[in-house]
């Protein structure tokens, strides 16, 4: 009986991307080249230029990848939750591609998904009730909290192998008797407890919620 010939599965634009998407998230945005791929693919690189143009379209690839994980806030129900619930996916997004949050901050990588959440964060906030210059600050401080916080987590995220010299290194640094505030600051990140229970990101943007709402102008 002949052997039958082992196929290797076909190239694609998707395959390709969710490649990229796993190298990425594994070893960083700067850690994908063509070669790279084509070898985790199993072919040559110039192969995958029939279905990618280059190393930056792969990257605008994986970017709206990363973008349709979040969602865009609801035109229905209560604004303030609309809002929330479209905020946290978001981040939630980020948490799970840190590089994302960076490559999404660079004009080269603008894309369309993106200028859309902008959009609909604007116009739900407009259509609220919100002034234009009251919803031009709130946009900013929303936008402004997804990505500044997720960019602090990124920086603050330490692997669990790096924790023991971590630890060391606070106890040197930071005293009792010196530093008693920032001492019990850093023993809360190190312990378990109530603290914990609740997300910082959703902490800040309940508080800047409320505060919108405390503000908050009714349609005329």
């Not at 390709?16 to 998407?21: G, K």
């Not at 070669?35 to 605008?60: C, Q, T, W």
Request: glycine share 6%; charged share 25%.
């Amino acid at each position: 009986m002949p052997t039958r010939a082992r196929t290797r599965r076909p190239l694609s634009r998707e395959r390709i991307l969710r490649a990229a998407l796993a190298l990425a998230d594994e070893d960083g945005v700067e850690s994908i080249t063509m070669r790279k791929l084509g070898n985790d693919l199993g072919f040559e690189a110039m192969s995958l230029y029939n279905h990618v143009a280059n190393k930056d379209d792969v990257i605008d690839g994986i970017l709206d990848l990363v973008l349709a994980e979040g969602d865009l806030p609801s035109a229905k129900g209560d604004w303030a939750i609309a809002i929330r619930e479209s905020a946290i996916s978001v981040h939630a997004a980020f948490r799970r591609h840190p590089w994302a949050c960076k490559a999404l901050l660079s004009p080269r990588h603008q894309r369309p998904a993106r200028l859309r959440y902008m959009d609909v964060l604007l116009g739900r906030l407009r259509d609220a009730g919100f002034s234009a210059e009251t919803t031009y600050h709130a946009y900013h401080v929303l936008d402004g909290h997804i990505f500044g916080f997720s960019l602090w987590e990124t920086a603050h995220s330490i692997p669990e192998a790096q924790m023991d010299d971590l630890r060391a290194l606070f106890d040197r640094l930071v005293p009792a008797d010196e530093y008693p505030h920032l001492r019990e600051h850093g023993i809360q990140h190190q312990t378990e407890g109530a603290h914990h229970e609740m997300s910082a990101f959703e902490f800040g943007l309940d508080l800047i919620l409320a505060g919108l709402k405390n503000i908050h102008e009714p349609a005329s």
